[in-house]
């Protein structure tokens, strides 16, 4: 049993060793020429003394070092200012592009609708009209021209009855007057002979 004990506890202390290692090997090295500005700051921090006065802490820190800390610091806000007007540059580029794209895209959706439209539109008498608005119209007139052709043969078979009926009239008013000619043509021949007839017996008796 106190053999087991030993054995989990150098097992322990081996898992912290390794562990510690690994935190060691992680850590960056510390250095005012690289590494980002906080690891500059942990670095000034590590390198300045200390002191005590009047109970509060002082730390005190070269002057070469807290320029170069300064110098790095003015560096990176330069190397920062300059990839912001980069980003900026880039967002206006963006901006500018997509803008252009927004405007191609309405154009687009413009055409698009005046396409749909002439598509679903016909021409009548130089107007666009849409296609029911289009084939009611012809219809209508279609319809108002068969209308007007069968009305036209009414009023034509009409008028043909009329003068076949006319015509009848007429040929039987003809009949008439020529039989009420010759009969008249008869009476005034009989007229004339009996006339001459006492003119002749007129004359015999003398």
Do not use: C
């Amino acid at each position: 049993m106190k053999s087991f004990r030993t054995l989990i506890i150098i097992l322990f202390a081996f898992a912290l060793g390794s562990v510690s290692a690994q935190e060691t090997a992680v850590q960056p090295e510390l250095s005012l020429d690289k590494g980002p500005i906080t690891s500059q700051f942990d670095f000034i921090y590590k390198k300045s003394g200390n002191y005590r006065a009047d109970g509060k802490k002082y730390e005190v820190v070269r002057t070469i070092s807290l320029d170069k800390l300064r110098q790095n610091v003015l560096d990176s806000l330069k190397g920062f200012n300059q990839k912001i007007d980069e980003l900026n540059t880039t967002i206006s580029g963006h901006e500018s592009t997509i803008a252009s794209l927004n405007g191609k895209l309405e154009e687009t959706t413009n055409n698009l609708v005046g396409v749909t439209e002439e598509k679903d539109s016909m021409s009548f008498l130089g107007i666009l009209v849409s296609k029911a608005t289009y084939n009611t119209i012809l219809w209508s007139v279609i319809f108002g021209l068969l209308g007007l052709m069968l009305f036209f043969m009414y009023k034509f078979r009409r008028s043909n009855i009329l003068t076949q009926e006319a015509k009848t009239s007429l040929s039987e008013v003809e009949e008439e007057y020529e039989d009420h000619r010759r009969r008249a043509l008869e009476r005034e021949q009989k007229i004339s002979r009996q006339l001459q007839d006492e003119i002749n017996k007129y004359k015999k008796s003398k």
